[in-house]
């Protein structure tokens, strides 16, 4: 229930490497998540499992990741253990993704995962991401 997002992550440089288990991000004002960075050569990794992330008013993930002008890594990983899920019941889209960036490279992982309200996936300037969907 936070009032914007249930789980932000802004990265601009260096390493972020997360491990979420077993948590909730549920009914969040915005975003149940939201990761934004890479302009400077950043290095993200996060695994969510046993997660729920439901009911945002906005998207249920929302990634905007730019490559810039150093080259940028964003890894995804959303495990199929159950209840993991993301859902939206009030908002835009399950999935709002915006790679932009020649620089850009990830794999974004959402196998096995229940996506409810539509997937916007937005790959722009060259960037290179795998988007894994269930």
């Known amino acids: 229930g ?11 440089n260096g390493n972020f490497n997360a491990n ?15 990761a934004i960075g890479g302009a400077v050569g950043a290095v993200t990794n996060v695994t969510f ?16 990741i730019n490559g810039g002008g150093a080259a940028s ?3 995804f990983t ?18 709002n993704a915006a790679f932009d960036g020649a620089n850009t490279t990830g794999t974004v992982n959402f196998n096995g995962l229940t996506i409810d309200g539509g997937v916007n996936s937005l790959n722009t300037n060259g960037a290179t991401v795998n988007v894994i969907f269930p």
């Open 20 to 34: 979420v288990t077993t948590s909730s991000f549920n009914n969040s004002g915005r975003n149940a998540i939201r």
């Open 73 to 75: 890594t964003f890894n």
């Open 49 to 64: 499992n046993s997660t729920t992330a439901n009911n945002s008013a906005a998207e249920g993930a929302f990634f905007l």
């Open 78 to 95: 959303y495990l199929t253990t159950p209840p993991s899920a993301i859902l939206n019941s009030g908002g835009a889209n399950g999935v």
């Open 2 to 12: 936070n009032v914007l997002d249930g789980f932000l992550f802004d990265i601009d």
